[in-house]
């Protein structure tokens, strides 16, 4: 009973006053953080927005790294200001954070590992914000809206947003480094004309050159189109469901691929559908022995 009542006098002969000034530093040290960090960003931002000098989605990917490291920023100098009162100098500081990071690191190898493998990511510009991409083989792909140095965030194309952490990606497969080739193919009867079929996809292809001139993709230095719309041609005899198979093809802007794909198809479709192409189709006999029916 006598130890617990020294315990309280020590508690009470605490000297109130330090420790109210310990809280009012750290709280303010907070906020100026938070503060220096929104200035920086809104700065960031606001030279992006009036500026020139960088692609746009070089210019999203710099503000999606600034956003998610400034987190980290806050938390480093909220520890540091809130255990610096306790200790004596800086060197000692220095040692006391490198055996905390020390133990850290012991417990926490796979985040270590996620933030090496996003800081390789991006540095070496693997990805940016606003690629669309397919991570370790998944056939869903979707668009990246969050980079940062321990995972990155994708859009899909159901609307769903996932987190995936930077050390889980072993495969990806980016669909938005710079252009994007469109690749439609058409499958007809073997019974419908092959020099009209190619005839009308070249009709298809010239219109869709009028129309898509903004999303062709155009060469740095020639102002060339790098690949306009184009009958690939005739390519396969026997595919399933036989048929002819041939293709048209054409090199886009990266960031107006999913619009001209669609548009592509549509036209594609309605002009099958307008000129009564034939499709592929199963021919079933059935033979009749007197008893059982045989399909053919």
Request: proline share 2%; hydrophobic share 45%; net charge negative.
């Amino acid at each position: 009973m006598q130890d617990i009542i020294k315990q309280l006098i020590l508690f009470f002969e605490i000297d109130w006053g330090n420790v109210l000034d310990y809280f009012l530093s750290l709280f303010f040290t907070t906020i100026l953080t938070y503060f220096i960090i929104i200035v920086i960003r809104f700065v960031l931002h606001q030279f992006f927005k009036k500026t020139n000098f960088l692609d746009e989605k070089i210019e999203a990917t710099i503000e999606s790294v600034v956003k998610n490291t400034s987190n980290y920023i806050v938390f480093i100098v909220i520890i540091i200001a809130a255990i610096k009162p306790f200790i004596g100098n800086l060197r000692e500081l220095i040692v006391a954070g490198g055996i905390i990071a020390a133990v850290i690191g012991f417990g926490a190898q796979k985040l270590i590992n996620d933030l090496l493998s996003g800081i390789f990511m991006i540095f070496e510009k693997t990805i940016q914000k606003g690629d669309f991409v397919n991570i370790n083989g998944e056939p869903e792909g979707g668009t990246i809206e969050e980079i940062g140095f321990r995972a990155i965030k994708i859009r899909l194309l159901n609307g769903k947003l996932v987190t995936i952490p930077n050390g889980e990606i072993r495969r990806m497969v980016n669909g938005s480094v710079e252009m994007r080739r469109i690749f439609e193919s058409i499958i007809v009867s073997f019974h419908e004309n092959p020099e009209k079929v190619t005839e009308l996809l070249q009709e298809i292809c010239d219109e869709l050159n009028e129309r898509h001139k903004g999303y062709l993709k155009r060469d740095k230095y020639t102002g060339e189109y790098v690949e306009p719309y184009r009958v690939y041609g005739l390519h396969s005899l026997d595919t399933s469901p036989y048929g002819l198979k041939f293709s048209i093809t054409a090199t886009v802007n990266d960031h107006d691929y999913t619009v001209a794909a669609q548009e592509t198809k549509l036209l594609v479709a309605k002009r099958l559908y307008e000129d009564h192409i034939l499709m592929p189709s199963r021919q079933i006999f059935l033979q009749n022995d007197g008893n059982h029916d045989f399909m053919h």
